[in-house]
């Protein structure tokens, strides 16, 4: 069962932030999304960014990977050029009642950043019995196919969360400015989730690729626009998350 909690603070100047969980023995699954302002002299004074929560089922965790995301959007004779783009954090438990974020200045001139936590924190220095899930293969529908994906997409359901591949193949041309939207036929109930649309080319922070962002609610996939650099060659666009099931 999905446990809402809220955050009792953190250390660098960020509101509070709601979290969805679930909590084992041996492992949690968090999911959560917030901002934080890089000019808070809270952040700059950070060496690394801390969430203090209620207490956690576990005491420490190995580290997983939260995803960060800058906007940057420019106009250039009449054109508007999308930019916004991230890269993948570390984080993990440092306690039960801490979680931790690397800090990570490379994009603070950016201004506003979003952080997505979809992430399972395996428990470190505890054994337990593994569980299996089954892999399937995620089936999309639309009333005009013109969104598709690749055939490696798949999702694998345990009882309260679940693991989601999507792999972007390609758009039909006349839709590829267009706000998408795409049924995701098999996709177990209780998924809602802002996701972090990750690929694409980045003209200018060359360092990383583009991030977009897209939503699950429903059994269905919306993404209304994407980065500029979005349908570039070899820089495939995909949605890798761990979803906390709601109640």
């Not at 950016?110 to 054994?127: C, H, N």
Request: proline letters at 4%; a negative charge.
């Amino acid at each position: 069962m999905a446990t809402i909690f809220n955050s009792t603070g953190n250390n660098f100047g960020a509101g509070q932030i709601a979290f969805k969980s679930h909590q084992e023995e041996n492992y949690v699954v968090l999911n959560a999304k917030f901002t934080y302002n890089p000019e808070s002299p809270e952040y700059q004074a950070a060496d690394v960014l801390e969430i203090y929560v209620p207490s956690l089922s576990i005491e420490r965790s190995a580290v997983a990977g939260v995803i960060m995301r800058f906007r940057d959007v420019r106009v250039s004779y009449g054109y508007t050029w999308d930019n916004s783009g991230g890269t993948v954090l570390k984080s993990w438990v440092k306690d039960k009642n801490t979680l931790c974020i690397e800090k990570l200045t490379n994009f603070d001139e950016k201004g506003e950043i979003t952080v997505y936590i979809y992430a399972l924190y395996t428990m470190l220095g505890r054994s337990g019995n593994p569980i299996k899930g089954t892999k399937t293969r995620l089936q999309t529908s639309q009333p005009t196919q013109y969104l598709r994906w690749d055939s490696e997409s798949f999702f694998a359901e345990f009882e309260n969360w679940v693991f989601l591949y999507m792999g972007f193949s390609s758009c039909t041309y006349a839709y590829r400015d267009s706000p998408w939207e795409c049924n995701l036929d098999n996709l177990p109930s209780g998924i809602t989730a802002d996701l972090p649309f990750c690929g694409g080319g980045n003209q200018y922070n060359p360092t990383v690729d583009g991030i977009s962002e897209a939503h699950i609610e429903n059994g269905v996939f919306t993404c209304d626009t994407r980065t500029s650099g979005f349908e570039d060659t070899a820089h495939d666009p995909f949605i890798f998350a761990y979803l906390v099931k709601d109640n």
